[in-house]
Structure formats: structure tokens, C-alpha cells
């Protein structure tokens, strides 16, 4: 078995946890521990991205890449950027540049936290939710630079964690897939990860 086939097993195996009888609960000690574990596998086994995917690094401290995740939901309010969330429980943790970045607006808000809109120097765009603080307008990161951190909030609102979602359309001509069947239904998974997606489209 080669690296290409223990990552699509563990990628099963992730997705197979998440359809556990009593339901994925991310924010749970041992949920989030055993995904913690997957996810460091996971890393150290993917490839690098082909070119000309964009080499992402990840959105939180301690996290996969962006490639390496699927998108499971709808950015409410803001459509043509589904999205992902990361980091359950980890108020305080630092949010990261996924690239070299620029913040093109920085007006948004989240339901818990506040929010703003990013633009990598791959055209990718990304809205970040539920965090401290906004950066402020046109400001640039490096890649792996710490942008804010991510907020305290209540577990009404999905308790503390990360909100990325993703606009490629600049980059391949459409958005990206999301959820079970690709256009949803919301929190679900198993659409092909963004790295998939991307390397699809631009015939990687």
C-alpha cells in the first residue's frame, strides 16, 4: 500500500467517524482528540500539491492544510463561499494566513465573533469567522502569519472554533463542491477535498 492509498483510507475512515450513531460532535474531548490524531497522519502523508495548485498552508494553529479538508456548508448570508470549520474548543488559538494575503474588506460580522473577507495571491478569496479581532483594511500577511485569533463563543453558536469559507471562482471559473452531494445539504461530508477540487480544475 502505497502513501496515495493510506491517505484515501484514512480519508473513508474520517468520514465513516463522522456517521457514528450518536452523530460527530466535533467540540467533544474525544472527538476532537482521535480527529486531531487522523488529521496528523493525514498531513504527513499527503503529497505535495500538484502544479499549479496553490501550496496552502492551514487556517489555525496546529491544523491540516487547507487542501486537505472538505467543505461541508454554506457560508450563511454570503453566497459562493462554502466552507469548512476547524478548531472546536480552541478559544484564543491563533488564525493563520493560508497564503500570502491581503484583507479587501473588513466590514463582515459572525453570528459569535466577528468576521472579515481575505485575498490570497492566487486569487482564492475566504471569508474568516468567529474571531477576536479584524485586521485592518489592505493589510498584508505572510503565509503562515498570524491574522487574529478565534473568539469565546457560546456553544448556542457552535462554540469556539474557525469559520473558513472559500470563493474560487477567480481562480477556476466556478465554486467549489461542498457537502454529500456537492451542493450540500449543510454538515454533511464527502465532496473531494479542496486540493482535489482545485487540482481537477486547473488540470493538475
Not at 480527529?35 to 496552502?56: H, N, Q, R, W, Y
Not at 477567480?170 to 461542498?178: A, E, T, V
Amino acid at each position: 500500500m502505497n502513501n496515495q492509498e493510506r491517505l484515501a483510507k484514512l480519508l473513508k475512515a474520517e468520514n465513516l467517524l463522522k456517521k457514528t450513531e450518536h452523530g460527530y460532535t466535533p467540540d467533544a474531548f474525544r472527538w476532537r482528540e482521535a480527529m486531531e490524531l487522523i488529521d496528523e497522519v493525514e498531513e504527513s502523508l499527503a503529497p505535495p500539491p500538484p502544479s499549479p495548485v496553490p501550496k496552502l498552508g492551514p487556517i489555525t494553529v496546529g491544523g491540516k492544510s487547507v487542501l486537505l479538508h472538505q467543505l461541508t456548508h454554506k457560508t450563511a448570508g454570503i453566497p459562493g463561499f462554502p466552507a469548512y470549520d476547524s478548531a472546536f474548543g480552541k478559544n484564543g488559538i491563533a488564525v493563520l494566513a493560508p497564503e500570502a494575503c491581503i484583507v479587501y474588506d473588513n466590514t463582515s460580522g459572525s453570528a459569535g465573533g466577528d468576521a472579515f473577507y481575505i485575498r490570497g495571491n492566487s486569487k482564492l478569496e475566504y471569508w474568516i469567522g468567529h474571531i477576536t479581532t479584524v485586521p485592518a483594511l489592505n493589510k498584508r500577511f505572510r503565509k503562515g502569519e498570524v491574522m487574529t485569533r478565534i473568539a469565546n463563543i457560546s456553544q448556542g453558536q457552535g462554540g469556539p472554533h474557525c469559520h473558513l469559507g472559500i470563493n474560487a471562482k477567480k481562480l477556476i471559473g466556478k465554486s467549489l463542491k461542498y457537502g454529500e452531494t456537492g451542493s450540500g445539504p449543510d454538515y454533511t461530508f464527502g465532496s473531494p477535498t479542496v486540493g482535489v477540487q482545485l487540482a481537477a480544475a486547473l488540470g493538475a
